[in-house]
């Protein structure tokens, strides 16, 4: 599975220079915000809670509260993978779109 940590590693914003890549990004996300913050809710509230039960069990509740935090992020990492595949699919009608009016 391939991490996109910037706008320039996801492939279809990669050719493109670095003030269209941000507008086609804004403008593709706002199309999709809607689900995505239902997703990144659904995702932190499983990730943050199993976390603490997890390091509680284990670790007292000072560990609970630190694989919190440890869960907190890694639910962070999924939900912004999340978001770059829901956006890729907008990105490409986009990019069509406006490659044929040019």
Same mark, same amino acid.
């Given at each position: 599975m391939k991490l996109y940590w910037t706008y320039n590693s996801?492939?279809?914003l990669a050719d493109l220079p +670095?003030? +269209?890549r941000k507008e086609v990004?804004?403008?593709c996300h @706002? +199309?999709?915000l809607h689900r995505y913050i239902w997703v990144a809710c659904v995702i932190g509230a499983?990730?943050?809670p199993a976390g603490m039960i997890i390091g509680e069990s284990?670790? $007292?509740r000072i560990g609970g509260i630190i694989e919190a935090m440890i869960a907190g992020g890694? $639910? $962070?990492l999924i939900i912004g993978e999340v978001k770059v595949a829901m956006t890729r699919p907008h990105? @490409?009608?986009y990019l069509i779109s406006h490659e044929k009016t040019n």
């Open positions: 996801i492939p279809e +670095k003030d +269209k990004w804004a403008t @706002r +199309k999709m499983v990730c943050v284990y670790f $007292g890694i $639910g $962070g990105i @490409r009608e």
